[in-house]
């Protein structure tokens, strides 16, 4: 049996006849046959060194293979961009399925559940592959704020979706910054109270500008916030319908109204036991323990 | 809610222990005769404290004999008596003292007839004036109306001098017919007066409706709305009824000047156009005529009263969470987590606790025709008029509980040195449970 003939390391025939090739290929991209590539180099080249040359640049991801519908004759057409990316990351074709799948799921990532349901892999191979990646910081796992326990896969360059991080409201715990939602609420409240019946348009310019926040607030994030601030009574909102069939919504400062609320005032009315109370029974108002605090600290 | 018991507290406060014992069965039972009274109670001496007793009840109007001969008990009637209190004040508030006294005699006895009401001596001098404002202002009326003449002729004028004594008023029944009511002498004895308790509630009413725009906008404005209710609630049976009339602008600004208060026309139309936008919603306009949207600043305060319940009960999340299931109507749990700015685990928990409070409910709904539940929608909505019960129910409840309190501390052993204590203390509880009886009003009576 003839000795297997090995790849010349930086044999530059190769690397002409690879540039050759490429040159023949450029701007062909539903590609050539091998005899319309022969024709097209500038130098002659054995079917060895063609064959070399073409699995170079396969490796590589410069080149990519076709086959033509007719004949199923192979043809050989320069490569997109993500495959030559691909090629430069030196994957294993696990990792390549992987990573192409990640990339897909852009910044809403994919759940690895999802993952092994797609590339059907076991879960060993999955888990090694995963790792690999997110040690080569390629890719990264992110938590999403509606749903805790779920992995979620995406590359590690890209910001998680608004869906998955909760936008501006939330800190890195994934759960809703208090501190800063008050501070903004104090500020909104200034806001509306210097000048009544804005827009949430006008409220998100002033709080963009003010510099509060490190990142920008859109109106939907603006709107959510006065909404919360309306149902707890700080604001009040206005609605008015307006020529063009459009309802404008302005905000302005609400005053308290009176209420006549004696119920909590009493101790029935915030016990937590008031169920289980009954005349003479353990929990009874002849003896209740919540009646005499209150008796011993009236107030007039 | 024990309504027998509830019935029972305030006729053994205000008639004694027998009066109520009759008061009980007849609530219990739904209505029966005296006979059936007498073997039900077990009387021995042939019916004379129970005839004595539901007499007394009949002349507070708390008992009503119908067609079979059975008597029944008028249950709202008699837990009205819980507010007399408060009814007393509002009275002594708005028309003066004299006529805080007419209306206490009345409260005690139930009907006066003319002679008993000017030979007690606890009615003094300016009782004609008073009568004659209580009368105008149909707190008070005779018994039989049908004796009375009707007539088309427009009203006498109001006696402004206390000395002069007119032999007939003339009130307004409706838009066409008026009665001429004989204002009694000394020597007419045969008029019996009684109170219209359900003038009390559209007086409260009233008070709860200025007190929110006064608080809500500013002082004149407030005067604006007392002036148009006060033209328009004398005209009414009831809250709820649906024919309130308007009154003119004109109407308004002469009032208003007529009780001193200084009118910038400018700044008064200014607040009118504020109480009449759609936001607002407190007056609405027809031309030049306004009428109060009585309804809607009742609910306002009611709903804000509900909150204000639920905050000092389950705090500021639960509140929101109330709030918004008002505002938005039916939500899921995510989306209700995601538009209160509360995670999914908080608003779980908010809900469920405003649920197992009565005052939110959970719909079911399937996608699947096999009813599986982790293919079910739950969807979250506040039914206000449960909410209202709801709330209703648990005054009544603590209302009772304070009063079995207080029936403890009375039947205590008493000991010397902390009499004055002890007095206070009854004093404390019985304003409470008054409190939560105006409370109560809100949420059942004024509808």
Redesign the interface.
Known sequence: MPPRSRKPRNDPAITALERGVLEAVKDKKHGLTDAEILAALPQEADQNKRAIAYNSLLSKGKLQLLRRALDREPLYAPAKAEVTKLAGLRLNINETALYKLIEESNNKGIWSRDLRRCLNLPKVQLEKALKDLESRKLVKTVKS??QANKKIYMLYNIQPAPELSGGP?FNENH??DTEC?RIIYQQVTALVKDKPNLTSKEICEKLNDSGLLNEKLTNDNVE??L??M????MI????KQLSDGTTKVTYYKS????????????P???CPV?SQ?R?GGEV???N?IY?DQW?QG?D? | MDIPKVVGIVVERDFGVFVELVASELVSSGGCTERELVKRLEEKDGGGQVQRALMTLARNGLVHKDDGGKFRADVSTINLRWRFPYFSVMVAEEFGEEAQLVVELLLVHGKVTSKQLFTDERVGSGRISALETLISNRVLEPEKLAAFETSEHPPAKRMRSSTEVPKTLSIKINSREEALIPIPDKTDSDTTWKLRLSQFHLMACNK?CT??VR???DVQAGAVVEAVLKKTLLKEESISSSSFQSVSEATIVQDLKDSGTSVDRSALDGKIELMC?P?IGYLRRFGDQLHAEVTTMLN??RR??A???IL??FG?EA??MF??LM?KKKLEA?HAA???????RKAREMLFKLHDAGYATVQEVPRTSDFKQSKCIYIWSVNLPEAYKR?AQ??D??C???Y??LK?MEEEPREKQDADFRR??KE??EV?IL??Q??LM?FRDLK
Request: hydrophobic share 35%.
């Open positions: 704020v509606s409201w759960d809703y939602i959510q916030l909404g919360t309306v149902y707890d009574s009040a909102e206005q609605k005053t308290p109204v009176p209420t006549h609320n004696a119920l909590t005032e009493t029935c009315g915030l008031i109370c005349p009874s108002p002849e209740c009646i008796l009236m007039w | 709860i007190d929110l608080q809500t906008i936008r936001d306002i305060v804000k009263t909150e204000e319940i000092k009960r500021p509140r929101r709030s918004l505002h995510k995601e538009l209160s700015m509360l995670n999914q709330i648990h005054i409840r603590s009772l509980n304070l079995r309190r403890t206070k203390q404390f509880i409470s409190r939560l105006i409370n809100l």
